[in-house]
């Protein structure tokens, strides 16, 4: 059974960094393509950063150069590292593998204000 497991999420002032932690079981991340996306309320869902299994990273025009997303293959787990956070950076992040996309995990929120 896929589960994915966000963490890392929290309170950051704007400038700020945060560092988001997906720890993924069931599926080898090394071999999947794996996305970090967000959402607010009332708005879709929508992808900021993927790696694919080669190694690839794309990113939304709202994060480039901001974010950066990476994995740890030993421990089977991605991170978004998110930097010079503003207050429209603000949601709850997911994780998420093009392989199983209907599945999700809790989510971690990130806030950023003063």
């Known amino acids: 059974q896929v589960q994915l497991v966000e963490s890392g999420g929290g309170l950051v002032q704007p400038g700020g960094s945060l560092r988001l932690s997906c720890a993924a079981s069931g599926i080898i991340i090394t071999f999947n393509t794996m996305g970090w996306y967000r959402q607010t309320p009332g708005k879709e869902r929508e992808l900021v950063a993927a790696l694919t299994s080669g190694g690839t990273t794309t990113y939304s025009d709202s994060v480039k150069g901001r974010f950066a997303i990476s994995r740890d293959n030993a421990k089977n787990t991605v991170y978004l590292q998110m930097n010079s956070l503003n207050p429209e950076d603000t949601a709850v992040y997911y994780c998420?593998?093009?392989?199983?996309?209907?599945?999700w995990g809790q989510g971690t929120l990130v806030t950023v204000s003063s």
């Open positions: 998420n593998t093009r392989k199983y996309p209907d599945i």
